[in-house]
């Protein structure tokens, strides 16, 4: 067994708004279902299991596009809006914050009820990944998150993650079952962090004479196991900056969106009518949809879909968002009926911002770019957990010129 990933983030408190919280449940049930619905319910295990695709889910519904508190977020977005469908989704989650943590072997036994998946089993690999975590990992952190999400078919994702106060950082790991062959040696697939010396971990392959000795979690013997490491680290500063996105991605998207309008893309016909800002989230949801693992390695390019709701990069644009979940939604409800010809237009705007990335050159205009956002944020109802956006001074002062001349 090894684990898919991990990341490090920056330990962030606070809250997540009410008309953030509506929106990301929103928009992250659309995401789940188009997913399904092309891919199957596999899929969105194994897209939860990437630290660098999870980070860029909670980039694009509006969360800090670095900070710890997109995990127990977007988790907890996710469940209220799938677990009332999970039936039908073939999707259950899990687990939680602190207290709702502890709840995950009822609820799995619950789960395990009703669809005949073996419950014991499901309960003991919550334990052991939980256990490995916090315990055969001596990183210095402990967990205080963990959800466990599984499929219809049994198998299974665990995200979970713990905080190091001294440091002022969080560690969140990833797990996945297709990944698993023992508990013991070598589980994770990647840990995300930053290098802070010599820990003990007791799942390394150097350990397993120790683990003998101390550890009796499983009897498995496994032979060497391969390991792909997915690490994520980010950085503590809390504005995006041009070194944290891929421009010649990002700019792509910006030039598709704003400076070539659908009408120059047979594909996009079904799109006329969206307005350009609009079209620039759509761009990045479809890509959190469709792209392929390479394309998260900059979780803070899916930020320039809906901002983040500290103003970095810019305030969460309401009537943007808002938008986007009543497109995304109308596509999934045509898609059920028979009628794909929006869903397969969405697909069209990331293959076909993929496509013009070959021979696109972005500029140095980055601070600029944010600069607009930022100006024009309050005709998009543009808000953060600070206030609604301003007009920028100048265009106040035309404003009142031409209400008192």
């Known amino acids: 067994m090894k684990r898919s990933g991990s990341a490090d983030l920056p330990l962030h408190y606070g809250y ?48 800090d596009w670095h900070s710890s508190g997109i995990t127990t977020s977007v988790m907890g977005a996710l469940k209220k809006a799938i677990n009332p469908h999970s039936k039908e989704l073939g999707i259950y989650i899990c687990g939680g914050k602190g207290k709702y943590s502890k709840q995950t072997p009822a609820e799995l036994l619950q789960i395990a009820g009703s669809t005949g998946l073996n419950g014991n089993e499901l309960v003991r690999s919550s334990k052991l990944t939980a256990k490995v975590d916090n315990t055969a990992v001596q990183d210095g952190f402990q967990l205080y998150t963990h959800n466990f999400i599984v499929s219809s078919s049994g198998e299974w994702t665990v995200i979970q993650q713990g905080m190091r106060p001294d440091s002022r950082t969080a560690r969140r790991y990833h797990w996945h079952s297709a990944n698993i062959k023992s508990f013991v040696e070598e589980p994770h697939t990647a840990i995300c962090g930053i290098n802070m010396g010599d820990i003990l971990n007791l799942t390394a392959v150097e350990a397993s004479a120790s683990r003998t000795g101390i550890l009796n979690i499983s009897t498995q013997n496994p032979d060497e196991i391969l390991s792909v490491f997915r690490h994520l680290n980010l950085p503590d500063h809390h504005e995006v900056r041009a070194e944290d996105v891929n421009l010649k991605r990002l700019g792509t998207t ?68 808002d938008e986007t979940i009543g497109v995304l939604r109308t596509a999934v409800e045509k898609s059920k009926l028979g009628n794909t010809d929006k869903t397969e237009a969405l697909k069209k705007l990331h293959e076909i911002a993929v496509r013009s990335e070959k021979d696109f050159v972005p500029n140095d205009n980055f601070d600029a770019l944010i600069q607009k956002e930022r100006d024009d944020s309050w005709k998009y109802g543009g808000r953060t957990v600070f206030g609604n956006a301003k007009p920028p001074e100048k265009i106040k002062k035309d404003i009142q010129l031409k209400l008192f001349p």
């Open 254 to 321: 910006l030039w598709l969106t704003r400076e070539q309008q659908p009408k120059d893309f047979e594909e996009l016909l079904l799109l006329q009518g969206v307005g350009p800002r609009t079209l620039q989230s759509l761009a990045l949801v479809s890509e959190v949809i469709h792209g392929s693992p390479v394309r998260f390695k900059d979780p803070a390019r899916f930020s320039f879909a809906h901002g983040g709701k500290d103003g970095h990069p810019f305030p969460v644009p309401l009537k943007v968002y």
């Open 16 to 63: 997540v708004p009410k008309w953030l919280a509506e929106r990301m449940a929103k928009l992250g049930f659309l995401i789940t279902e188009s997913i399904i619905t092309e891919y199957g319910k596999e899929e969105v295990l194994r897209r939860l299991s990437d630290p660098f695709w999870f980070q860029s889910l909670g980039a694009v519904m509006g969360m």
